[in-house]
């Protein structure tokens, strides 16, 4: 194919991801309010939410329609881009490459998924019942949902980590003993990056990093494994 031929099949598959962004944000702005009521499930019926401007309700249903159109239509934007890549890749390239997009969009759905499931409602009464007196607290409808979404996206792209360790250890450009000797100061990081990805509270930046220790060690496991099976083939 000539530059120009392959200039127009990027084009061909950019338009088809953005044609997925584009019916599932129109998707989540018709069902907008099945997704407000999802997202609603951690925060319990006790705290409402308000509208404090005229605007509000609208610019709210914006946000849930862009974020459920980056959330469903992800996977096939990244699908485009792959099929427009492998072609130029060797058959190992392709496994790797492969390999990681799959465990990448996995990991970052799981990411999103745990923190909706098993982090938002342990947090939430938390964050909602420093005081138990005297307070009556309510969220800003724009506000709990841009929190809640950036939030759960925080914890997918923290989940990203084990893909981009085991990519550093099998260009070469660190190893499975440098990760096991700079574990401290990897903890410390994983606090620091947690700290950036969460609100400001350390019960947030805390059961972001849990995970971000465990998917570390995951992380060592996995690349021991690739390392034995990369030496046995040749």
């Not at 980590?161 to 660190?174: A, H, Q």
């Not at 401290?184 to 990805?197: D, E, H, S, T, W």
Request: proline fraction near 5%; include cysteine; charge should be positive.
């Amino acid at each position: 194919m000539t530059f120009t031929e392959h200039l127009a099949e990027l084009r061909i598959r950019l338009v088809k991801g953005l044609i997925a962004f584009a019916v599932f944000t129109i998707l989540g702005y018709v069902f907008r309010g099945y997704v407000l009521e999802i997202i609603k499930r951690p925060l319990g019926e006790t705290v409402p939410l308000h509208a404090f401007d005229i605007f509000e309700p609208f610019f709210a249903s914006l946000r849930i329609a862009v974020y459920t159109g980056v959330f469903f239509g992800l996977p096939f934007f990244v699908y485009q881009i792959m099929m427009f890549c492998l072609p130029a890749l060797r058959p190992s390239e392709k496994r790797v490459i492969v390999g990681g997009l799959c465990a990448g969009v996995v990991l970052l759905y799981g990411g999103i998924v745990f923190s909706y499931v098993l982090i938002l409602p342990l947090l939430m009464p938390q964050l909602s019942g420093f005081f138990r007196t005297g307070v009556e607290q309510t969220f800003s409808l724009n506000m709990y949902i841009n929190k809640i979404f950036r939030f759960m996206i925080a914890f997918g792209l923290g989940f990203q980590m084990p893909i981009v360790l085991i990519i550093l250890v099998r260009i070469g450009v660190i190893s499975v003993d440098w990760l096991k000797k700079n574990r401290k100061y990897m903890i410390i990081g994983i606090f620091v990056v947690a700290a950036m990805l969460t609100p400001p509270d350390i019960i947030s930046q805390t059961l972001l990093a849990i995970p971000l220790l465990l998917l570390y060690e995951v992380s060592i496991w996995v690349s021991v494994l690739l390392e034995g099976g990369g030496r046995d083939s040749t």
